[in-house]
């Protein structure tokens, strides 16, 4: 099917508009990112409010995917008439590299804060569970007090006669 003049401005339109959004989109999730360093250093661990913006962050990436999905399809079908017709498309093709531009480079930031939240999170998360583990075998310990001083469980013996 043949594009004429009008329907390949569509669509140039369209990808400029899904850039935008594209933009938009990773700057939320940038954001979120931001809060989630936030409760991850904050000296309490709110896990409640951390799973929270994990949940927030996870439909922003699901946006992120609808969007590039759509910017596929529509820039497959004018591909090959930007390529050859550059000259004719130089204000639109100079604005897709500028948003394309400002994407990557907050993509770059965006992948920075989440390298230097990793470490952190882990951390945080190993001594959580170290935690959990101590205060497991705390109960436990102070579970088989209580049954050995209550006669509920009865003390074995170190001595054993052999006398009948």
């Not at 309490?44 to 799973?51: N, V, Y």
Request: aromatic share 8%; charged share 35%.
């Amino acid at each position: 099917m043949e594009l004429n003049d009008n329907n390949k401005k569509t669509y140039i339109q369209i990808i400029i508009d899904s850039l935008n959004k594209k933009y938009k989109v990773l700057n939320e999730v940038m954001q979120i990112t931001s809060r989630q360093k936030a409760i991850i250093d904050a000296d309490s661990f709110d896990e409640g409010l951390f799973m929270e913006t994990i949940s927030l962050k996870q439909e922003q990436i699901d946006k992120l995917s609808e969007l590039d999905r759509g910017f596929e399809l529509v820039y497959d079908r004018i591909r090959e008439d930007l390529k050859t017709n550059s000259k004719e498309y130089q204000s639109e093709i100079t604005s897709l590299k500028e948003l394309v531009t400002k994407i990557t480079d907050l993509n770059i930031k965006l992948q920075a804060l989440e390298k230097s939240n990793k470490p952190k999170l882990e951390s945080r998360l190993a001594n959580k569970r170290q935690s959990i583990k101590k205060s497991r075998l705390s109960n436990q310990t102070v579970t088989n007090y209580y049954k050995t001083m209550s006669g509920g469980q009865e003390a074995q013996s170190y001595f054993y006669d052999k006398k009948n």
